[in-house]
């Protein structure tokens, strides 16, 4: 099967010369960097939900004043209102140094490696495997979107 049979459009074909183990290398860095992503995707959750609940501790204080317990509402306003999760940081200045740090080379890596060893091309594993488990000609195994 020529290079270009291999893939379902010539944007995911691999380019001449590029051997089997590198395309496989190349998509497992790609699986790699989705996962980062869906990473990601689980800071901003806590983050996100961190936040939420040290807002929330302002209604506590209060419903602690009302009952009577300022011993404990002083603890909760004193100790952890606005505590920082990490020394020194708020998960918004972990986010930050996630994002400029390990998931921008990362990233970065990933696209040179896609550069240097496969013309920028993207999923060219993937294409290939749809490529080789669809049935040409049945409903839902359409190549691309215009075929």
Known sequence: ??????????DHSR?????DT???ALGELSKALE??????????????????ADLT????VQLLREAGH?????????????RNVLPGRWTFQIMEEFDDGYY?????IER???????????????AEMKQRRRTPGEPGHDATPQS
Request: hydrophobic share 35%; no cysteine.
């Open 104 to 108: 921008a080379a990362f990233q970065e």
């Open 15 to 19: 380019p001449d010369g590029v051997d």
């Open 22 to 24: 590198t395309i496989e």
């Open 1 to 10: 099967m020529g290079h270009s049979s291999r893939s379902v459009d010539q």
């Open 70 to 82: 300022d011993a404990v509402a002083d603890r909760v306003e004193n100790e952890l209102l606005g």
């Open 57 to 60: 501790l302002d209604r506590v």
């Open 112 to 126: 040179y490696a896609r550069e240097t060893l496969a013309a920028g091309r993207r999923h060219i594993y993937e």
């Open 35 to 52: 996962i980062i992503h869906r990473v990601r995707g689980h800071l901003y959750s806590a983050h996100q939900l961190v936040g939420t």
